[in-house]
């Protein structure tokens, strides 16, 4: 199975700032499968990015994903006070799929 | 808009069964699969399952196999998610999810539209 390694495990940022989340699978993976969310505490996950990099529908465009092969990336562009959460990747398509562990975006 | 409204909490002994329902509102049920999905306490998400509304047709993650039972009822657009022989490692809550729409694949699907969750505790 594949294994999906998030870094850091906790981020510290001030609001405005930049955030890049990385998300790194055990072995090459299509970019069409790949999927990443917010969690805050108490709510189901919320879906942000699908296919590597198409916004899910509401999603802001400061949240954008990118990355091939192994290696993924979310960026927010500039931190908005709501944004400080967990962040989860998401690999889909083949059964079981697998999450990563997840990043905590915390306020510096 | 699309709404799923899951079942309330559940204390449970090892050994037993539990069964979560998940309505669906504000689109055609038979339309979309639906998955299934767990978050132990503080920890990550996991996939278990997924269900064809339309025909009922279902596919396990093999970790559960044997353990998970998914069905439908499409009079009132419920899904259900039974799992059986509960262990303390089974405390979790348990979200059902929704497709955003375009997955036809029968598997692990982003998740656009989720339940409140339903938590389900094990412990003697």
């Known amino acids: 199975e594949i294994v999906l390694t998030q870094s850091p495990g906790t981020l510290s940022l001030s609001p405005g700032e930049r955030a890049t989340l990385s998300c790194r699978a055990s072995q090459s993976v299509s970019s069409s499968w790949l999927a990443w969310y917010q969690q805050k505490p108490g709510q189901a996950p919320r879906l942000l990015i699908y296919?590597?990099?198409s916004r899910a529908t509401d999603i802001p465009d400061r949240f954008s994903g990118s990355g091939s092969g192994t290696d993924f990336t979310l960026t927010i562009s500039r931190l908005q006070p709501e944004d400080f959460a967990v962040y989860y990747c998401q690999l889909y398509h083949n059964s079981p799929g697998a999450f990563g562990q997840g990043t905590k975006v915390e306020i510096k | 808009q699309v709404q799923l409204l899951q079942s309330g909490s559940e204390v449970k002994k090892p050994g037993a069964s539990v069964k979560v329902s998940c309505k669906a509102s504000?689109?055609?049920?038979?339309?979309?699969?639906m998955q299934w999905l767990r978050q132990a306490p503080g920890q990550g998400l996991e996939w278990m399952g997924i269900i064809s509304p339309s025909g009922g047709n279902t596919n396990y993650a093999q970790k559960f196999q044997g353990r998970v039972t998914m069905t439908r009822d499409t009079s009132t657009s419920t899904v259900y998610m039974e799992l059986s022989s509960l262990s303390s490692e089974d405390t979790a809550v348990y979200f059902c999810?929704?497709?955003?729409?375009?997955?036809?694949?029968?598997?692990?699907?982003?998740?656009?539209?989720w339940g409140q969750g339903t938590l389900v505790t094990v412990s003697s």
């Open positions: 296919g590597a990099s």
């Open positions: 504000g689109y055609t049920f038979t339309s979309y699969h």
């Open positions: 999810a929704r497709d955003p729409g375009g997955f036809p694949h029968f598997g692990p699907s982003p998740g656009a539209y």
